[in-house]
Nanobody, 114 residues
Framework: VQVVESGGGLVQAGESLEVSCSVS????????MGWYRQAPGKQREFVSN???????DYRDSVKGRFSISRDNAKHKVFLRMNRLKDEDTAVYFC?????????WGQGTQVTVSS
């Protein structure tokens, strides 16, 4: 199973950015998909996830600004980030639960400058 993120970049505070993630390989069932992030010098933290039925969760600091969605047929998950803040700067990692095991991508850098 391979997990590949894309769409990171440099944006100004207040702007929007979307990161996406594709899962490929031997996929029996893909349950939860989601995103974590890790800022320099900090631990990796949960951002958002979504299950195959479309139920989603968010960390409090991104509620109302970030929106997660997925395409079950294409095994993709998307994170739309609006009104970005300096504190959103981090490497964003995608994960997918496949057959009861979590697979991770290499991460994509999101940098928000003020």
């Amino acid at each position: 199973v391979q997990v590949v993120e894309s769409g990171g970049g440099l944006v100004q505070a207040g702007e929007s950015l979307e990161v996406s993630c594709s899962v490929s390989g031997s996929l029996f069932s893909v349950d939860n998909m989601g995103w974590y992030r890790q800022a320099p010098g900090k631990q990796r933290e949960f951002v958002s996830n979504i299950n195959s039925g479309g139920h989603s969760d968010y960390r409090d600091s991104v509620k109302g600004r970030f929106s997660i969605s997925r395409d079950n047929a294409k095994h993709k998950v998307f994170l739309r980030m609006n009104r970005l803040k300096d504190e959103d700067t981090a490497v964003y990692f995608c994960y997918a639960d496949v057959g009861g095991r979590a697979y991770w991508g290499q991460g994509t850098q999101v940098t928000v400058s003020s």
